[in-house]
């Protein structure tokens, strides 16, 4: 059975909860990435490159983490890549929470590598099930998936894994160059977020590959047949 997925008979106030699970599956994400970041013990390649470029050029992470974002999916749709609300929404809201969470200081800089270590997982599992929800909204890939995506279609003799080694670990180095912290955080990152997002699929039953995502314009179109049907009624 396919799950989350939307047809003709699809209901106004289904696009709603689903619009709904997909921000505050994008928040949980958010919540989790900051968690992560606020661990010091290592970060992830993505925020070890969105941090290096902060340190960089001085502008706050979150907003350097969005800008990045906004930049891949260009590249995404130039690629001719599918690009559903769930894209657009990881782009411009993960930076954004994150820079509030941050302005806000909701969680201290941990200073032990126990404290770091433990904050670093409870992270990853919040991201996990951030990604459940997300996911399961049926809205499309992130934009860094999205562009692993559509390597992957333009260099077929290439394994996704090492498409997405290569992403990543030329995030990672680069970060590392502008003097991002990499540490065993990262390891834990790199390793962990799969065993955590396994496990949070299992509790919940969830199979993404039965997932059928709907691309912005056919979200559009339906939910404005769906208006005029409301509105002729």
Same mark, same amino acid.
């Given at each position: ?48 490159? +969105? =941090? ?7 502008? +706050? ?11 891949? /999916? ?31 200081? /909701? ?7 126990? @404290? ?34 559509? /390597?992957?279609?333009? /260099? ?17 180095? =680069?970060?590392?160059?502008?003097? @991002? ?6 390891? =834990? ?45």
């Amino acid at each position: 059975m396919e799950r989350k997925s939307y047809s003709p008979k699809s209901r106004l106030s289904d696009y709603g909860a689903k619009t709904a699970e997909l921000v505050f599956g994008l928040f949980l994400f958010s919540v989790g990435s900051y968690l992560t970041v606020q661990a010091n013990v290592g970060l992830s390649p993505w925020w070890a490159f +969105d =941090i290096g470029l902060s340190q960089l050029t001085g502008i +706050d992470y979150g907003v350097v983490h969005n800008a990045v974002a906004i930049l891949i /999916l260009v590249i995404d749709i130039l690629a001719g890549e599918k690009i559903g609300w769930g894209t657009v929404g990881d782009a411009l809201l993960i930076g954004a929470f994150v820079s509030l969470f941050d302005h806000l200081a /909701l969680v201290p800089l941990m200073q032990s590598l126990p @404290a770091g270590i433990a904050c670093m997982v409870l992270g990853l599992l919040v991201i996990a099930v951030g990604s459940f929800f997300y996911m399961d909204a049926a809205y499309g890939c992130g934009p860094r998936d999205a562009l692993m995506v559509a /390597l992957c279609r333009k /260099l077929p003799r290439l394994p996704v894994g090492l498409v997405r080694i290569l992403l990543e670990g030329s995030a990672l180095l =680069i970060g590392w160059l502008l003097g @991002a912290k990499v540490g065993i955080g990262t390891v =834990i990152s790199v390793f962990g977020v799969g065993v955590l997002l396994e496990l949070v699929f299992r509790v919940t039953r969830f199979e993404p590959t039965r997932v059928r995502n709907e691309n912005v314009v056919d979200t559009c179109r339906n939910v404005a047949r769906l208006l005029r049907e409301k509105n002729a009624g």
